[in-house]
Structures are given as structure tokens and as C-alpha cells.
């Protein structure tokens, strides 16, 4: 049975949060994820691979076998983040003396922006020294054109054709939903483009808008105008851990895996005796590395 100490059962909180962690970081899949093993200490790393391209052979005069190629991408453990809340004994009086509501208000947005910090990560790769293809449109003019387009160009790059996915800013999503190609539900099968604002496939791609700093990941995604980029898993790594559990058995601890894309997060609640505040952490010990740079072409503004 689960510990309900200081009145928060932290296993209940977490079934209540896998539906939202689906939603809000479904963008993870769109890059390689290496979210397994036990808990590692900040500082360490991980080494995970990607496929080269392969090229089809004649196999008429036979099945010899060819070379396949991998490439090793190394991706340092190095960002521990969190959000770590207290409330106190007043507080949790005002709210009648309900530990576990007062604690579930808060715990999404608290989850929302670990898993933001990790995507900002991610996106503060996307630059020219690591990216160098790129196409410059302004939002007004972005259309699933542009999107063909891209997916040509990563073909030509020996881009695999599987599990693409287009990563944009609001406004660049936004011309995507008004485009004729998502709007014309009819012809195309679905209606989530119209009635969702929710069009999510356009030529062999998945849509997602991201919501964060795309533009302001960094100093230097600002200064480059980026709006957006497309790319296979590939061309990005990420590697990611649960926190290791201190051995206090006052501290109750809730590892929290999300069924979507596996992202992992810890919770923590404990009671501060010295604060009087019962406190409520969200944790994620992470590392992200740039992979194969054929596989991906940033969008930018100008």
C-alpha cells in the first residue's frame, strides 16, 4: 500500500498526472530517448547509438551481406532540475487541512515547467554550428509547400522516411492549421484539423506546437530567428533519469514514468519540522546531445 505521510499519497498524485505528461511533452518522441536503467549521479553519462543510412542493393545475384554502420553519441548526465514547493501549516488550515488537493493544484504546472526546462534543452542545440540546412520562410508565408519541400530535402540527406516530425512556434503552427491541405478535412480523412485545431500529419510528418521559448531557447536560437525545425530521432539524443532515492525514510518517493514518451520524473514529499511546511519536489536528471546533422533542418524567420 502506498505511504499517505503528511496526509499526500504521492502515488495517487502521479495517476492523476500521466494523461497531462502525454499531452505536454509529446514532443519528446520526435527525438531518440534513452530513458532506461537505474538511477545515475549528476555528472555521469550515457552512450547511445543511431543507424546510418542504408542504401538498396541488387540482391539478383545473391544475399552478401553489406557493411551497416552505427554512430556512438555520448550524452552527458549533467541537468538535475526541479521544482521543489512548501506549504505551510496555515495554508494547508485555509484549505481544510487538505494536504493532497492543495498539493494536486500546483503539482501539473510544477511538472510542466521541469518538462519545459528539458525541451529547452533540446531546442538550444538547434543552431547552425550544429544544423547548418535550413529554410527561412516568415510565418504569414509558411504552408504545407514548405513542409514538402523540407521533406525533400531530408530525403536527399539519406533521411530515414519513418518517424518524422516538424517541431514549430505557435505562429508557424497556426498558418499550418489554416493551410488548405489540413483544412479540406473532408478530402483527407479527418476532421481534428477544423474541429480540434489539430491537423497533426502533412506530408509523412508530425505536427507539433510547441508552446515554450523556440525563439529564446538561447542567446544564440534568437539571434538565428529560429521558428521551428524538422528532423528525424536521429538527429538529437536524449538521455534522462530518475534521481537516486535518499535513503531517509521520512522522505516518501514516487518515481513517475510517463506512458506517452517515457520521460522520467521523481516526487518527493516530506515535512520540514524547522519550516513547518510540508514539501511536494518534482526532479529530472538529464542530458541532451546532437546526433546525426543530416536529419535535421532548422525553420527559420529570416
Not at 29 to 45: H, L, M, Q
Request: proline share 3%; with cysteine; aromatic share 8%.
Amino acid at each position: 500500500m502506498a505511504n499517505t505521510l503528511n496526509g499526500i499519497n504521492l502515488s495517487a498524485l502521479a495517476e492523476l498526472s500521466n494523461d497531462f505528461l502525454g499531452q505536454t511533452f509529446a514532443p519528446l518522441t520526435a527525438v531518440s530517448r534513452d530513458f532506461t536503467g537505474d538511477p545515475s549521479g549528476s555528472g555521469e553519462s550515457v552512450v547511445t547509438r543511431v543507424a546510418s543510412a542504408l542504401t538498396a542493393q541488387d540482391l539478383s545475384g545473391g544475399y552478401a551481406a553489406s557493411d551497416v554502420s552505427s554512430s556512438a553519441i555520448t550524452v552527458n548526465l549533467s541537468s538535475l532540475k526541479g521544482f521543489s514547493m512548501g506549504f505551510s501549516d496555515y495554508e494547508v488550515s485555509r484549505a481544510a487541512g487538505d494536504v493532497q488537493w492543495l498539493t494536486s493544484v500546483f503539482l501539473q504546472p510544477a511538472m510542466e515547467t521541469v518538462l519545459d526546462s528539458i525541451f529547452t534543452s533540446i531546442v538550444s542545440l538547434v543552431i547552425n554550428s550544429n544544423f547548418s540546412n535550413s529554410t527561412t520562410v516568415t510565418a504569414a508565408n509558411f504552408d504545407s509547400d514548405d513542409i514538402a519541400t523540407i521533406a525533400g530535402s531530408l530525403s536527399t540527406r539519406k533521411a530515414p522516411r519513418t518517424q518524422r516530425s516538424v517541431i514549430l512556434s505557435p505562429s508557424y503552427y497556426s498558418s499550418i492549421q489554416k493551410d488548405q491541405i489540413v483544412g479540406q478535412a473532408n478530402t483527407y480523412g479527418g476532421a481534428e484539423g477544423v474541429r480540434e485545431y489539430a491537423g497533426d500529419r502533412v506530408h509523412g510528418m508530425d505536427l507539433f506546437e510547441y508552446t515554450g521559448a523556440i525563439n529564446g531557447a538561447s542567446s544564440t536560437t534568437t539571434s538565428e530567428n529560429l521558428q521551428g525545425f524538422a528532423l528525424h530521432p536521429s538527429a538529437i539524443a536524449i538521455a534522462a533519469r530518475f534521481p537516486a532515492a535518499p535513503a531517509d525514510g521520512s522522505v516518501q518517493v514516487e518515481n513517475l514514468r510517463d506512458e506517452f514518451s517515457g520521460v522520467p520524473l521523481q516526487l518527493r514529499s516530506w515535512y520540514d519540522a524547522t519550516l513547518g511546511k510540508h514539501m511536494v519536489s518534482v526532479a529530472c536528471l538529464y542530458g541532451a546531445s546532437v546526433g546525426n546533422a543530416a536529419c535535421l533542418e532548422r525553420i527559420k524567420s529570416a
